[in-house]
């Protein structure tokens, strides 16, 4: 008896040991000993780098309102934190990208990503900066089209076993197509200014028509690219849905502020930097504004997550294109300068060519 009840109490306690033992891995994964931060989501360095971005982001308000201040130390500061906030929608999107799909996520991103830009122009348009603004919107489609997508395509290539990046060629094809039709109509309109035809007069009317025009464009075509969004086999997200949503929209509402701080300091510091405002607009301000992006597409490219990674660079020259530059020539109407799609033709000839260069790169997939 004592013999089979220690064989029966054994046996009991390997039973309770194996179901422990299958059992430990969910807890770990959802308990607070392993670091994730409980129902959030977060793991503790992930709580760590939100500190340090909420840090930074107060030395940078500071460094605007305080009187004694160096400006060049108020531009770093406000830089870094665009960076930070930069880093928060990488998190944010790469978890809502396993819930939503490339298509989804890419879109959600872009859109939040580009609102450092958005407040960038605005705040620079609101201080009489023309040229700032418009070279900050060329420079940005040049850097992620360019720049961005070259390092997503390195990197992702370097990930894969066999040393080639792939990826379907409907996320890319279509949004090369809308990229293409959104450059036609600011290039065109461009064009007839440089070259002094008669609608060259009336620039600001016609870029406000062309702005319309890209806008119901964009509109149409993102209806049909949402609905037919496609989904990656991928492990399900580890943070909740509304760690996500909260995160973005801390992320947005962070941009509006520090972009305000960054063109506030952007004018004394090129005057202390002798930089000159076209430089400052096509590499400083564009670099610092899609900030989101270079960060974002490089960090998912590492990752192996080819499909959002090319969806997030992608989505985000369209969206500068073809929804944030006719959305900014709308919008200036209330600000002190207007923005139209009068470049100069050195712009033109760039934006062509990326466009077509974009859609040969990735259109095979």
């Given at each position: ?33 392993s ?25 940078a ?27 928060i ?68 290539a ?5 040393g ?37 007069h ?14 119901l ?29 909260i ?14 701080w ?24 564009s ?76 259109g095979?997939?």
């Amino acid at each position: 008896m004592t013999r089979g009840g220690a064989r029966t109490e054994s046996g009991g306690l390997s039973t309770t040991e194996r179901t422990r033992g299958r059992q430990a891995p969910a807890g770990a994964t959802r308990g607070p000993a392993s670091g994730s931060g409980g129902g959030i989501g977060l793991r503790q360095p992930e709580w760590a780098l939100l500190g340090l971005v909420a840090i930074v982001t107060a030395a940078a308000g500071a460094a605007r309102y305080s009187a004694f201040g160096s400006h060049v130390l108020a531009f770093v500061l406000a830089g870094l934190a665009l960076a930070g906030g930069a880093w928060i929608v990488a998190l944010a999107t790469e978890q809502l990208g396993r819930r939503t799909g490339p298509a989804i996520a890419g879109f959600t991103q872009s859109t939040i990503g580009n609102l450092p830009e958005f407040f960038v122009v605005i705040f620079a348009l609101q201080a009489g900066e023309r040229i700032v603004a418009e070279t900050a919107i060329v420079g940005s489609i040049l850097v992620n089209a360019l720049l961005v997508l070259g390092l997503v395509i390195a990197v992702g290539a370097r990930r894969a076993s066999d040393g080639v990046m792939r990826f379907s060629r409907r996320l890319p094809n279509d949004t090369a197509t809308l990229l293409l039709l959104a450059v036609f109509i600011i290039v065109l309109v461009g064009l007839a200014n440089a070259a002094h035809d008669p609608a060259s007069h009336h620039v600001e009317t016609v870029s406000l028509i062309g702005a319309i025009a890209i806008l119901l464009v964009y509109s149409t075509w993102l209806r049909q690219y949402l609905r037919t969004g496609e989904r990656e086999e991928v492990e399900p997200a580890r943070l909740p849905l509304a760690t996500a949503l909260i995160l973005l929209a801390a992320a947005g509402t962070q941009s509006a502020f520090v972009s305000d701080w960054f063109i506030n300091a952007l004018a004394p510091a090129i005057h202390t930097l002798h930089i000159s405002e076209a430089f400052a607009g096509l590499v400083i301000v564009s670099i610092a504004g899609n900030a989101v992006e270079n960060v974002t597409g490089i960090v998912l490219a590492a990752k192996g997550r080819s499909e959002l990674a090319i969806s997030v660079v992608k989505n985000s020259v369209a969206q500068i294109a073809a929804f944030l530059y006719p959305a900014l020539v709308l919008v200036s109407l209330l600000t002190a300068t207007s923005l139209t799609f009068a470049l100069a033709p050195v712009y033109i000839g760039a934006l062509f060519g990326m466009a077509v260069i974009v859609w040969q790169i990735t259109g095979d997939g």
